[in-house]
């Protein structure tokens, strides 16, 4: 008796090679559909899955493979006498290659304005239920969810039978690929529902590409992204120039992506480390970049640079002065590439930044768990400034409290940021105790904090904050409020002359 292949795929790449080289073989196919059709304009012999199941294919195609023919062909264990008894009873044959892919929901899904409905009816019944049974099966049954694999299936068939090890890992990737296909699915209705946080958290993600190594060259890593990407994102990225991107790129260029994110005038923004080392808006791009590399000359060298405008000639070549890692924007000029791409190890990343949506949950592993909070998407429009103290900030001091407070968002606390004419002059980042940080914001800063702004991503629980302040020159301070202790901060800025406002909420960064 013949082996028999049943080929039921929604991609059809590589489908019609890949049924002739199986009829080549000594298979016979079966089909459905779309699949069928493909296959016999080839001019490939198939058979219908009616054929084989004896029954017609209902509902518009809801009800077509739930057939004791095809699941029994597929879960009869070969090894098992009686198994193979009933299938000759019932005059069932043996099933012995799977080739299915799935109705594309996670590709309908993002299209602008699906229906429900239309959703729902790319939830696929059949073709996973097969695939569960093959994959089962596989010690007897071949089954192949990806058409990349076709070729090494035919290669191990050609050579007699595909090993165990193949067949294995094969089941493998049909599994992953099954609860990847339900993690989405669970995710759209879990968003239609509004739930939150249900009582189970399913997430899936699919690789982007291998990692030389992680954090440090002892660690292995891979880089994967959400299958139903939200917002904008590096894992969409388009690589214009430069070699591989590293564990510690993606981090970083992440962390300067989220914050030039925040600015809707021109801006740069350059991180080192995953904190913020220099941001600065301006008129134009070149002038925001200039006031980004002044806020720290030191530290943006071999730095990750995002820009919220396309990159033109005049900006490139200043760019172009130092040593960076990486740069990201939305677009490149021509002449900017033709400027940077002299740097043959420079990574250029151009990145969608028009992308409204947010990422609703952020994620964040300990050991055994995983712990899933809302994006911290907190801006100042969203509250009413407080000036608690006797003077008002004047209105270019709070053009640099706002600043400096989309800044300090981004900061590892305890978080300090110093600020003035439209760029930050200092940063003191994840620091054990908030004056801590305070000195290392200022020391940075140094004569040109007279005059600035100082930004904290939490309350002052003790004056001494002030006090260093107020030492260095500041004038102006914006922070949440809410310490037992306020009026103690709130009189040291009276007896200083500085004003300070209150954003009644916090943002702690661990």
Aim: aromatic letters at 6%.
């Amino acid at each position: 008796m013949k082996k028999r292949a049943l080929l039921s795929v929604s991609d059809k790449q590589g489908l019609t090679d890949f049924a002739r080289r199986l009829n080549e073989l000594g298979y016979e196919l079966v089909s459905t559909g779309g699949t069928k059709r493909t296959i016999e304009e080839a001019g490939i012999p198939v058979l219908s899955i009616s054929e084989v199941t004896d029954f017609p294919e209902i509902m518009d195609g809801r009800v077509k493979t739930l057939h004791p023919s095809v699941h029994g062909g597929l879960l009869a264990k070969r090894s098992n006498k009686e198994h193979m008894e009933q299938l000759d009873e019932l005059d069932i044959q043996t099933i012995d290659l799977v080739a299915v892919n799935l109705y594309p929901f996670k590709e309908t899904i993002a299209k602008q304005g699906v229906t429900e409905a239309e959703a729902i009816e790319n939830v696929d019944i059949g073709g996973p239920t097969m695939l569960r049974a093959a994959a089962k099966s596989f010690e007897d049954v071949a089954v192949v969810v990806d058409p990349s694999d076709y070729g090494t299936v035919i290669e191990g068939l050609n050579e007699g039978e595909l090993s165990y090890e193949e067949r294995r890992r094969l089941a493998a990737k049909v599994f992953r690929h099954t609860a990847n296909y339900d993690a989405v699915i669970a995710g759209y209705f879990s968003d239609l529902t509004e739930e939150a946080y249900p009582e189970t958290y399913t997430v899936t993600y699919e690789k982007v590409q291998s990692l030389r190594y992680g954090e440090n060259p002892h660690q292995s890593a891979a880089f994967y992204k959400k299958a139903a990407v939200e917002g904008t994102s590096l894992a969409e990225a388009e690589q214009l120039n430069g070699k591989e991107l590293s564990y510690n790129n993606i981090q970083d260029a992440n962390a300067a992506l989220e914050v030039v994110l925040e600015f809707n005038e021109p801006a740069a923004v350059a991180v080192k480390h995953m904190n913020p080392c220099g941001v600065g808006v301006g008129g134009n791009l070149y002038d925001a970049y200039v006031k980004a590399y002044e806020g720290d000359p030191v530290s943006i060298f071999g730095g990750i640079v995002a820009l919220n405008r396309e990159v033109d000639k005049e900006t490139a070549a200043k760019l172009k002065e130092i040593f960076l890692e990486i740069i990201i924007a939305p677009t490149f000029s021509q002449e900017a590439l033709d400027i940077l791409t002299k740097k043959k190890n420079l990574r250029l990343l151009k990145v969608d930044m028009k992308k409204s949506d947010r990422p609703s949950h952020k994620l964040t592993t300990v050991n055994g768990g995983l712990l899933v909070q809302d994006t911290d998407e907190g801006s100042l429009d969203q509250v009413d400034l407080e000036v608690a103290t006797e003077r008002a900030p004047s209105q270019q001091e709070m053009e640099d409290l706002k600043l400096g407070w989309k800044v300090v968002k981004h900061v590892k606390s305890n978080a300090i940021i110093v600020a003035k004419g439209d760029r930050t002059l200092g940063v003191g980042a994840g620091q054990m105790n908030r004056v801590g940080a305070a000195k290392i914001a200022l020391e940075q800063a140094g004569e040109k904090a007279e005059g600035s702004i100082l930004a904290s991503d939490a309350f002052f629980p003790m004056p001494d904050t002030v006090e260093t302040a107020a030492a260095a020159g500041v004038t102006a301070i914006i922070q949440p409020g809410g310490s037992k202790r306020d009026q103690d901060s709130i009189d040291a800025c009276n007896k200083h002359g500085i004003s300070m406002v209150f954003t009644k909420m916090r943002h702690f960064k661990h």
